[in-house]
T-cell receptor, first 115, second 114 residues
Framework: KAGVTQTPRYLIKTRGQQVTLSCSPI?????VSWYQQTPGQGLQFLFE???????NKGNFPGRFSGRQFSNSRSEMNVSTLELGDSALYLC??????????????FGEGSRLTVL | DQQVKQNSPSLSVQEGRISILNCDYT??????FLWYKKYPAEGPTFLIS?????DKNEDGRFTVFLNKSAKHLSLHIVPSQPGDSAVYFC?????????????FGSGTQLTVLP
């Protein structure tokens, strides 16, 4: 079974630009979450989507947005990039209705550098 | 305001000895806790979890202990192996059903020396 796939793996942007990151969840997983990882900050929750609807949102400015498609694939967008947006963006999927550990399955991440 | 804290950024242990990674939390609403392991250039992978109704959960070489009164949990790895060298993240949520929204600590880099 293929894992969570994120594209692109690496990208470099300049301040003021916008970026779109893509995530394909594990087949059959309907929930997709996004996290931002920066040095010393751990992973910070951005948002979670299920059935094309945003169910939860973290404490990030409105420049960060996302969406989910009918095939459960998800994209996140960051507009008007700032230097502080440089980070590893991780996507995670989870099977809905799974009773138990609540574990997330993470992709390898998209490394964004803002110059 | 960090609700989940891992106060040790790094830990070095000799192969075969015990590794103990610690985590503290402040939100009393958290009732489900997980540990993830992350290798460089890879995404985090789930290691072990514990519900607040338990105080211990074991899986092979890994054991997680939860002390609710102290709002503290720890991960024990026995015996430690060089392949265990990675960053370990502690995470917490309100319940397994909402466990997709996790609050993570900042991580502890474990180095197991051969």
């Amino acid at each position: 079974k293929a894992g969570v796939t994120q594209t692109p793996r690496y990208l470099i942007k300049t301040r003021g630009q916008q970026v779109t990151l893509s995530c394909s969840p594990i087949s059959g997983h309907r929930s997709v979450s996004w996290y931002q990882q920066t040095p010393g900050q751990g992973l910070q929750f951005l948002f979670e989507y299920f059935s094309e609807t945003q169910r939860n949102k973290g404490n990030f400015p409105g420049r960060f947005s996302g969406r989910q498609f009918s095939n459960s694939r998800s994209e996140m967008n960051v507009s008007t990039l700032e230097l502080g947006d440089s980070a590893l963006y991780l996507c995670a999927s989870s099977p809905e209705g799974r009773a138990g550990t609540g574990e997330l399955f993470f992709g390898e991440g998209s490394r964004l550098t803002v110059l | 305001d960090q609700q989940v804290k891992q106060n040790s950024p790094s830990l070095s242990v000799q192969e075969g000895r015990i590794s103990i990674l610690n985590c503290d939390y402040t939100n009393s609403m958290f009732d489900y806790f997980l540990w993830y392991k992350k290798y460089p250039a890879e995404g985090p992978t789930f290691l072990i979890s514990i519900s607040s109704i338990k105080d211990k959960n074991e899986d092979g070489r890994f054991t997680v202990f939860l002390n609710k009164s102290a709002k503290h949990l720890s991960l024990h790895i026995v015996p430690s192996q060089p392949g265990d060298s990675a960053v370990y993240f502690c995470a917490a949520s309100g319940s397994p059903g909402s466990a997709r929204q996790l609050t993570f600590g900042s991580g502890t880099q474990l180095t197991v020396l051969p």
